[in-house]
């Protein structure tokens, strides 16, 4: 009999899946709401602009794309003419004319990429959502990247695209994301003053909220039982001590899953998720290990030992000290004192170990 893997559905834990509901962002999808429906209520009537702050793995990213993909069912039942078109500044090396070469192609694919300026590409995309009646929610995702490169006059331009044509239906609104507030300081006041009135902040995931989001993913993209609760809360730790990085806490999770996989055990296992938080994000080095004391070495060989030894997920101080005692032993070296050895856990704690 072929031994069945724990995945049912690896895609549900690609960065690219937007799930049917974004946990613990309610307030801030009511926020977008608030700002944009009302291109489907009142369609043409205004154009809005929005700041979405918040840090690494916050779900600023996920939350701008449900809650494009929300708005088009909306659009759909009342027959609006809507797009939404997501555009990574980084991805386009903060050029404007980049940027604005993605929008136009999404709404013309044959649409040439070379041959044309930034501002003719603005009144090309003008001229486009005119001819398809369209409007267009358009996010700019790391926009600092597009700030840093070309300064106050991109986002001028975007946020007076309606400036020259004061009575025409207003069809361009627009999002940006970004994790860095500091950067918005390099614009001029008059581009600032027409940003700062809609900003949403992302608040840092608490641990236990962390664990919901991945509970969500493990029943959908997971067999029964291949991911115990102790493994969730683990996991939920680590990326709630990566400053509550939801996107880590995913990775790893994937990262657990196919290392289980290559070992063909049927369950994650603690394991298989310090192999994937490793490979994550690589905080051990030679160099490190080098520079710590012959008993600090000690005591990280230990911590290793008592979990090669041992499927669990946390071990007690009074364990570690133990197999401390042993690793010494091994080595002809007389242990120190309980307060010393305290001493080298807090240490090794205060340099990521």
Same mark, same amino acid.
């Given at each position: ?67 494009? =993909? ?35 192609? =999404? ?42 490169? @070309? ?7 975007? %946020?007076?695209?309606? @400036? ?78 990566? *400053? ?63 979990? *090669?030894?041992?499927?669990? %997920?946390?071990?007690? %101080?009074? @364990? ?18 309980? %307060? ?14």
């Amino acid at each position: 009999m072929t031994q069945r893997g724990v995945f049912v559905d690896e895609a549900i834990l690609d960065i690219s899946y937007v799930p049917d509901v974004v946990l613990h962002r309610e307030a801030e999808f009511r926020a977008l709401e608030g700002l944009f429906d009302h291109m489907v209520a009142a369609p043409y009537e205004m154009s809005q602009k929005a700041v979405i702050l918040g840090g690494v793995g916050s779900g600023k990213t996920l939350l701008a794309h449900y809650y494009g =993909r929300s708005l088009r069912r909306k659009a759909e039942r009342r027959r609006v003419t809507y797009e939404y078109i997501h555009v990574n500044c980084r991805e386009q090396r903060g050029s404007l004319f980049m940027i604005l070469s993605q929008v136009v192609k =999404r709404l013309r694919p044959q649409f040439p990429e070379r041959g044309y300026a930034a501002n003719e590409l603005m009144d090309i995309l003008r001229k486009i959502m005119d001819e398809d009646n369209a409007q267009i929610l358009l996010t700019l995702d790391e926009v600092d990247v597009l700030i840093e490169k @070309e300064g106050s006059d991109a986002l001028y331009y975007l %946020t007076r695209f309606h @400036e020259t044509e004061p009575d025409m239906p207003r069809r361009l609104n627009i999002i940006f994301i970004s994790k860095d507030q500091e950067v918005f300081r390099k614009l001029d006041q008059s581009t600032l003053s027409s940003l700062q009135r809609n900003v949403i902040r992302m608040r840092d995931y608490d641990q236990a909220q962390l664990a919901d989001i991945l509970l969500y993913r493990v029943e959908k993209a997971f067999r029964r039982d291949a991911v115990p609760p102790e493994i969730v809360d683990f996991i939920s730790e680590l990326a709630f001590k990566e *400053k509550s990085d939801a996107r880590y806490a995913i990775d790893v999770l994937h990262g657990a899953g196919k290392a289980a996989e290559r070992s063909a055990a049927m369950h994650i296992q603690p394991e298989h998720v310090r192999a994937a938080a490793m490979g994550v994000f690589q905080t051990l080095n030679k160099e490190a290990v080098r520079q710590l004391s012959p008993h600090e070495k000690l005591v990280l060989l230990a911590v290793a030992r008592f979990f *090669k030894a041992n499927d669990v %997920t946390h071990g007690t %101080t009074g @364990e570690i000290e133990e197999a401390y005692h042993l690793v010494c032993e091994e080595h002809m070296e007389e242990p120190r004192g309980h %307060t010393q050895y305290w001493k080298y856990l807090k240490n090794l704690k205060s340099l990521d170990f």
